[in-house]
T-cell receptor
Framework: NAGVTQTPKFQVLKTGQSMTLQCAQD?????MSWYRQDPGMGLRLIHY???????DQGEVPNGYNVSRSTTEDFPLRLLSAAPSQTSVYFC?????????????FGDGTRLSIL | GEDVEQSLFLSVREGDSSVINCTYT??????LYWYKQEPGAGLQLLTY?????DMKQDQRLTVLLNKKDKHLSLRIADTQTGDSAIYFC????????????FGTGTRLQVTL
């Protein structure tokens, strides 16, 4: 009963490096989202997807790219990492657009940019 | 844009009631949620309330909504040490059902 799986759990990068954070869900959910969590700022939406092939920007999209080639996977790419992207990243999925459908969260990826 | 605010910290004694408060600005909010985050983990949905309700009770949890004042609260009865966590308030509206706006989170510390 995996739910939402994020990899890696921890990562340290140097400024300018690129990396992809992986997110996979096995619940056949259409909706998937990426958030970043910073101290004192709660969770902020980076990008989201309402289905395979469809993505859109959230509140803080700059510096991040996403794609959704399958229902199961929603990777987040940092093309040129910056120290301001040091954060904890959460992927979430939900089954439908109905607001009473809860989001299921992964356990997070803790990313440090030096 | 939408804004959701919470106090950062709350300390209560085991066995007492905890009340965590949240205010929001979006008058078109339709659903409001409470999530719990334990250390090193993702967020777990605790409960939610539809905007046409004033109160919802679920075991030890009571959610109160004052739509006029845009104020939401979560009451935890008989607080236990296992309730120590960060609690997030979040809202969505019908027009942006795929997006949630989260508050900053309230860290609840339960002391013996």
């Amino acid at each position: 009963n995996a739910g939402v799986t994020q990899t890696p759990k921890f990562q340290v990068l140097k400024t300018g490096q690129s990396m992809t954070l992986q997110c996979a869900q096995d619940m056949n959910h259409e909706y998937m989202s990426w958030y970043r969590q910073d101290p004192g700022m709660g969770l902020r939406l980076i990008h989201y997807s309402v289905g395979a092939g469809i993505t859109d920007q959230g509140e803080v999209p700059n510096g991040y790219n996403v794609s959704r080639s399958t229902t199961e996977d929603f990777p987040l790419r940092l093309l040129s990492a910056a120290p301001s992207q040091t954060s904890v990243y959460f992927c979430a999925s939900r089954g439908s657009s109905r607001p009473n459908q809860p989001q299921h969260f992964g356990d997070g990826t803790r990313l440090s940019i030096l | 844009g939408e804004d959701v605010e919470q106090s950062l910290f709350l300390s209560v004694r085991e066995g007492d009631s905890s009340v965590i408060n949240c205010t929001y600005t979006d008058s078109s909010s339709t659903y409001l949620y409470w999530y719990k985050q334990e250390p090193g983990a993702g967020l777990q949905l605790l409960t939610y309330i539809f905007s046409n309700m004033d109160m919802k009770q679920d075991q030890r949890l009571t959610v109160l909504l004052n739509k006029k004042d845009k104020h939401l609260s979560l009451r935890i009865a008989d607080t236990q040490t296992g309730d120590s966590a960060i609690y997030f308030c979040a809202e969505t509206n019908t027009g942006t059902a795929s997006k949630l706006t989260f508050g900053t989170g309230t860290r609840l510390q339960v002391t013996l």
